[in-house]
């Protein structure tokens, strides 16, 4: 089926270390099924509310873990196939962003690393390594909540999944419950600075 994707493009505002502002949008067609976006809707990011509160409870997790609240899923055929938190401090691994264990989570899933015909939904704007990793499966669609300031790699500092010298690119909407993606990081380094350890 064929529809339309609205992309948004966010900027952090002066001063907002993990928020943004909508400055412009773009309409691209891709192949897809997400019939939900046919319905006529006011809010364009509204069907991604109920794929991005998933990835907000994986970020919840990650909270309470005392790991940075980032939580993403990736989606398929309307059906939840990975999901996945970040685990950097407890795997000791600085690859072990959440986008990268659903990524892996869903590829093994699929019993392919062509992850064509899903979506991933991740609370933050994805890193550059991110980013990449989301090229190389060759995922089609990335939603995500909060923009990045210091790290963002599809929109704020870089445009790596939509870079055409590269040869698979994705459609990015920034936006999708940002407040709550956002609010989440400010609590928790809020008590982390409280605490002296970030």
Known sequence: MRCMIVSVVMRPAPGD????????????????????????????????????????????????EGEVPVGAVVVQDERIIAEAYNQRETLVDPTAHAEMIAITQAA???GSWRLTNCTLYVTLE???MCAGAIV????PAVIYGAT???AGACHTLYGIT?????????IVIGGVLRED????????????RALGKK
């Open 148 to 150: 990045d300031p210091k």
């Open 17 to 64: 270390l993990r928020g943004g502002s909508i400055v412009s949008f773009s309409i691209s067609s891709v192949c897809c099924e997400w019939s939900s976006l046919m319905e006529p809707i006011d809010n364009p990011l509204s069907p991604h509310d109920r794929w991005m509160a998933a990835a907000l409870n994986q970020s919840r997790i990650a909270f309470d």
């Open 181 to 192: 993606c956002r609010d989440i990081l400010r609590e928790f380094f809020a008590v982390q």
């Open 162 to 170: 939509d870079d055409s010298r590269l040869n698979h690119q994705s």
């Open 108 to 110: 093994q899933t699929l």
């Open 136 to 139: 190389q499966a060759r995922i």
């Open 126 to 128: 994805p890193c550059p």
